[in-house]
């Protein structure tokens, strides 16, 4: 970047703890961060006392995931089907959404997927370790997905579930019959 570029951007672009001139009629400035806090303060706040401030809580719970390990499942030579891939996910949900996870039938039901197919899915993803059995009843298993991909466990809880686990392997593509 240009030694004239870095200067216009040092001159009118605000830094961290940087005051910003307040958009109301008081003309009084304000910290784009509360230090002591962490709060990000609006640029442009609304008119007026009690006037609607934006909301930035989004719905549901949130996770995380690996983003190594999920291209890596993407990947054309992963082995892991579209549907596999929407089973992973369902079950991932379904973990961290308090159910604990998903049996087949419950995924079949969801994804419009027969529950035979789910279950040869949920058997091939369990067996390379993506998804885990959580529950087994009779003839009906609970699959959860490995905390090593997914996620909404705080840092140090994920490191101590993780570690009771094996890390999850690639099925790979399948192999190819050979005409004769």
Not at 30 to 44: Q, S
Request: net charge positive.
């Amino acid at each position: 970047m240009s030694p004239v570029v870095m200067s216009w951007l040092s001159e009118t672009s605000p830094g961290q703890g940087s005051q910003v001139p307040n958009q109301g009629r008081s003309g009084r400035s304000r910290a784009l961060v509360n230090t002591a806090t962490g709060e990000v303060h609006e640029l442009l706040e609304p008119e007026g006392e009690g006037a609607p401030r934006r909301s930035y809580a989004f719905g549901g719970r949130h996770g995380q995931f690996s983003f190594e390990r999920v291209l890596a499942m993407l990947a054309a030579d992963s082995g892991i089907t579209g549907n596999e891939f929407r089973l992973f996910f369902y079950c991932g949900i379904m973990t961290y959404n308090g159910k604990g996870g998903a049996t087949a039938v419950e995924a079949a039901d969801f994804l419009g997927l027969t529950p035979q197919a789910t279950r040869r899915m949920a058997k091939k993803l369990a067996e390379h370790k993506m998804l885990l059995v959580a529950d087994v009843i009779g003839r009906t298993i609970k699959y959860r997905v490995t905390p090593h991909i997914v996620s909404s466990l705080s840092g140090r809880e994920q490191s101590e579930e993780a570690a009771a686990y094996h890390l999850p392997t690639l099925p790979g593509r399948p192999a190819q019959r050979r005409r004769a």
